[in-house]
């Protein structure tokens, strides 16, 4: 499962109401993860648990992403320099946007997964964990390996290094700060990218799945 705000958010079902893209049902999720395992399981697949823990989450997110925040600093700042005003008005306004740009970043998961999977948005499921007011998308459809590094990847990617090559470019200061933001709420993402791009398999067939309601996937494998 991916999230906005991907540390200490990652709770039990019960705390999540979500919602169809192509259907606005509230209630509780029926996921088919657990149909797709045993399926793949019939069919001769292990599954390999690749979940983050919540607290390694919580720490080494947004601790991972700081060297991303330093980079993109200092590239502004020997570019264009910073004025002091702006910075406090730029910090108020982008504590406004923050909130929807956590949504367009769901939206963007369940976009590049959608494209990918065979049943496309079918197999997306949006949704928000109240207990800690955050939206959560995830994708029940397993995919490659480089289709599910890319829907992880792409959020931060875009909110985050595009906004922020932008904001160099033209001399927003507006811009900067929220790709800063964004680019430090996608280290729940970070995590799971390292921790996909480092497992390596001798196994002939592979596919990553999202795993529903825990942070990171699981890996079906013959």
């Not at 790709?179 to 390292?194: C, K, V, Y």
Request: charged residues 15%; proline residues 4%; contains cysteine.
């Amino acid at each position: 499962m991916s999230t906005n705000w991907d540390w200490g958010i990652f709770q039990c079902p019960q705390d999540r109401i979500g919602v169809k893209i192509y259907v606005h049902i509230y209630g509780y999720i029926i996921n088919d993860f657990e149909k797709i395992s045993s399926e793949m399981y019939q069919k001769g697949y292990k599954i390999k648990n690749m979940t983050v823990n919540i607290r390694q989450a919580n720490f080494l997110g947004p601790l991972s992403m700081l060297p991303f925040i330093a980079l993109t600093f200092l590239f502004y700042y020997n570019v264009n320099g910073f004025d002091l005003g702006e910075i406090s008005l730029g910090f108020v306004v982008a504590a406004f946007l923050f909130i929807p740009l956590t949504f367009l970043h769901e939206l963007i998961h369940g976009v590049t997964w959608g494209f990918f999977a065979k049943n496309h948005f079918h197999s997306i499921d949006f949704g928000f964990i109240w207990s800690s007011f955050s939206p959560y998308c995830t994708c029940s459809e397993p995919l490659e390996k480089w289709q599910y590094l890319l829907g992880t990847a792409m959020p931060t990617l875009v909110l985050g290094g595009g906004a922020a090559v932008g904001s160099v470019m033209t001399n927003q200061l507006l811009l900067f700060i929220l790709a800063e933001f964004m680019i430090i709420s996608g280290g729940g993402d970070f995590l799971i990218l390292l921790k996909c791009m480092l497992y390596h398999t001798d196994k002939q067939e592979s596919v990553y799945c999202d795993h529903p309601y825990e942070c990171g996937f699981v890996v079906f494998e013959k």
